[in-house]
């Protein structure tokens, strides 16, 4: 054949090639469905596992059968997108698996064997088994669909059956890849006292990343959660969105790749960062799970979707009616005697609170921690301080009525402390380098088995002693900054950031078998560990340091899209704020307090006249009306803070839309006379709803005020609210009526 035919038959072949479509069926579909979303794979001709399918609802089995592949510009083979793919079969863009197998190769191609599921009337789980084609190592695909949640999770089980060990070098829990015009994320940044900014940006080609190197305090910076929506911006009540978390306390990475095909590939789970973990031969790796929500109307039922799965099943008693709390920090800091606390209790008693705490301080006698230099790690009660003990507050707490919580910080310690002493094995350190102190503390190697015994007996041995402790406030103020550890051998000493929070787990593992119930409060320097990997082990979450309520309008407004406002522990604190030095009414503190989880963080015998009478009326009304509905109603954001207006407005519906209680803040000074008109959500359409102001103040700021209207003008008409200073705020009932 001579060269110009040559050349006219490989031009033929091309154009064959290029524009022809894949003939070959999926051998099986696989349908994983919850309520109303589908997530679906199948198995191609060559045993290879493709992801199809996730978003809204459909049963199509034999579309799916039929569904073709176009083979993509010089690709050998259809190019499909693999359910969980890896390095080594053509794939080009960011792994989920990339690994060096026991003989020093690096490619691995795996191959479906099976599929089963299981399922009951609340969640299905898929496991699918997939194995390389030539070495003895496998994966395990798992997907837990909640069929009322519409949430699915997923993760993987890695296991090496080969002749050597095998390195793990990419090992994520999920792959999602999306197609659509474009692709919007929103994610979450910040700092301490700033946790949960809210950013939106379009991705464009290339790999934008959220993620953790820090190891402890995970989520001090970016949070390990996002929202993205497809073709447009994310709205509140509509288009397709999908809200994503890492249930991961340690580092993570959540990977966002717009590929050469305008394919999104969305890789997540622990960072790869350092993290190479070794498996030896017939051990087996458990990734994270990722929890994962779609909806087609928008952030909001997003929020919904994992609000009700996170109070359900991502925390520990998400259901339960949380006590109203009095926190001693910033009423007290490190400088108290026992006058000053039952002083505090009298007070937070007659106000109605119901749980004090008194937060750090409390220990140490050979390095007593009146600040915080010294003493971490010592956890005797100070008998300078508290020359009767705890029982001696405990009890008293009780003859008010009160429980009584404790702060511990049981991870960390000073080197000024006895422990420190005692044990200066059981920090992280590394080797020969001197240790850099983070608030003038180090952290502890919870990776050492004797560590994780040592945190765990701090805190059984606490509630041991003194049976009357009833509420733990579990603190973290310091990240990993030199990894390395005692007790891991050299070959092991990049295991440490996921042996970290895998012995941190196994210490909650053995607290929550012995105290299933006991109320424990999620706290890293304010929110800096909030991930639904820890949440499930707590009750509740520190939100923030910051409590400035204008600050926290913007916090819990990030915070609640991915996490129950039930868990949000959202404190009245003193004005000028403490953080920000910023002054408000005390109505605007409660107002933006009562939208998550109250509390009082501020010394009570300081509100006296008016403020105290307005103060124990806002806390019945909380009790009365406002708490069973941050506990179990559905949270509808009406006004964001984020946009143009100066606004910031909620709602939170019972679940059988009987009653709902709705809260307006003016965050920007207003011209006089522009007043918010807000379109109320959720509501019934076919009831009639009677509207009661609470937290009043003297003054109504509707003139509405105990009137009745039908939930479709109060949903399309709106109400026009008379607030427009700044601060000023406005909380009303609403009840059905027949
Ligand atoms: C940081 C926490 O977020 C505060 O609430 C307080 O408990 C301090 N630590 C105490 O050191």
Known sequence: ??????????????????????????????????????????????????????????EATENFKQQHTYSKPDTDRDFSYEAYPTFGLGNVNEPALAVIHADGSLNTELAFETVETKSNDDFSETVIHLKDRVFDFSVELHTKAYFNEDVIIQWTVIKNNENGTVKLNN???????????????????????????????????????????????????????????????????????????????????????????????????????????????????????????FSNAGRGQVSRNLHDWGREYGMTGGKEIHDIVLNSWEGAYFTFDENTLTGMMDDAAEMGIETFVLDDGWFGNKYPRNNDDAGLGDWQTNTKKLPRGLDYLIDYAHSKGLKFGLWIEPEMVNPESELAENHPEWIVQSNGREKITWRNQLLLDLSNPKVQDFVFNVFDSLLTTHPGIEYVKWD??????????????????????????????????????????????????????????ALKYHN????????????????????????????????????????????????????????????????????????????????????????????????????SPYDEGGWASQMYVSKEKESAVLYAFSIEPHLRGIYPTIKLNGLDANKTYQITEINKNDKSRFWGNGHTFSAEYLMNVGVELKIADQYDSAVFMLKAVE
């Open 476 to 533: 973290a103020n310091r990240h990993v900054e030199q990894a390395g550890s005692t007790y891991l051998s050299d070959a092991e000493q990049t295991h440490l950031w996921v042996a970290y929070t895998e012995g941190l787990y196994a210490v909650y593992d053995r607290i929550r078998a012995k105290y299933p119930d006991f109320v424990i409060q999620d706290c890293a320097s304010g929110g800096g560990r909030l991930d639904y990997g």
């Open 1 to 58: 054949m001579n060269n110009y035919i040559k050349i006219i038959l490989f031009s033929l072949l091309q154009i064959v090639l290029l524009g022809s479509t894949s003939l070959a069926q999926n051998s099986e579909v696989i349908e994983i469905n919850t309520k109303s979303t589908s997530l679906v794979y199948a198995v191609d001709q060559s045993g290879r596992l493709i992801f199809q399918y996730y978003g809204k609802k459909v």
């Open 540 to 639: 509740e979450y520190w939100t923030s340091d910051n409590t400035d309520p204008l600050s926290r309008i913007f916090i819990q407004y990030g915070t609640t899209l991915i996490y129950p406002p039930v868990g949000a522990a959202s404190h009245v604190s003193t004005s000028p704020n403490h953080q920000t030095q910023r002054m408000t009414p005390l109505k605007f503190r409660f107002d933006v307090a009562m939208t998550g989880r109250l509390g009082m963080e501020l010394q009570p015998k300081d509100i006296q006249g008016d403020d105290r009478i307005f103060a124990e009326e806002a806390i019945k009304n909380y009790k009365q009306f406002v708490r069973p509905l941050v506990t179990t109603g559905d949270l509808y954001r009406l006004k």
């Open 171 to 293: 090992f994520a829990s999920s792959f999602l890849p999306l197609k659509a015009e474009s692709y919007y994320l929103t994610h979450f940044y910040g700092a301490w006292a700033g946790e949960m900014s809210v950013a939106e940006e379009k991705l464009e080609n290339g790999i934008k990343a959220i993620e953790c190197k820090k190891g402890v305090r995970t989520t001090q910076t970016e949070n390990a959660s996002f929202i993205l929506s497809l073709n447009h911006p994310s709205q509140e009540n509509s288009g397709d969105c999908y809200g994503g978390a890492l249930a991961w306390s340690g580092n993570y990475r959540l990977a966002f790749q717009v590929d050469e095909w305008r394919t999104l590939n969305v890789v997540t789970g622990i960072n790869p960062f350092l993290s190479a973990w070794n498996l030896k031969s017939g051990e087996s790796f458990t990734t994270p799970e990722m929890i994962y929500t």
